[in-house]
């Protein structure tokens, strides 16, 4: 199993970003998917999950995010808009454990990107 995250940068305040999380060594298809956040200083938080036809994201996302998935790719995306401050983060990809439906919590996270840096700032 391999999570490989890309697409973090800097931008400014209301730009854009999509982040990708290439996979590999499993069936995309047979398990949640998330979206984690973890500024400096705090824990990692919820973001975004996609799974058996479901998406969830955490309130200050609504709106702005969009989690997606390419099962031929085997790739699942997070689509930033309107970016805050607040949004920079090292931003991870994680599978949650199969049959679990506790998405918001790590601890039932079994793998994890490396990360990517997203900066918001003037």
């Known amino acids: 199993v391999q999570l490989a995250e890309s697409g973090g940068g800097l931008v400014q305040p209301g730009g854009s970003l999509r982040l990708s999380c290439a996979t590999s060594?499993?069936?995309?298809?047979?398990?949640?998917m998330s979206w984690f956040r973890e500024a400096p200083g705090a824990e990692r938080e919820f973001v975004a999950s996609?799974?058996?036809?479901?998406?969830h994201y955490k309130n200050s996302v609504k709106g702005r995010f969009t989690i997606s998935a390419d099962n031929a790719k085997n790739t699942v995306y997070l689509q930033m808009d309107r970016l805050r401050p607040e949004d920079t983060a090292v931003y991870y990809c994680?599978?949650?454990?199969?049959?679990?439906?506790?998405?918001?919590?790590?601890?039932?996270?079994?793998?994890w990107g490396q990360g990517t840096q997203v900066s918001v700032s003037s």
């Open positions: 060594g499993f069936d995309l298809n047979s398990y949640y």
């Open positions: 994680g599978r949650l454990q199969r049959g679990s439906f506790y998405y918001s919590r790590t601890q039932y996270y079994e793998a």
């Open positions: 996609i799974g058996y036809g479901d998406t």
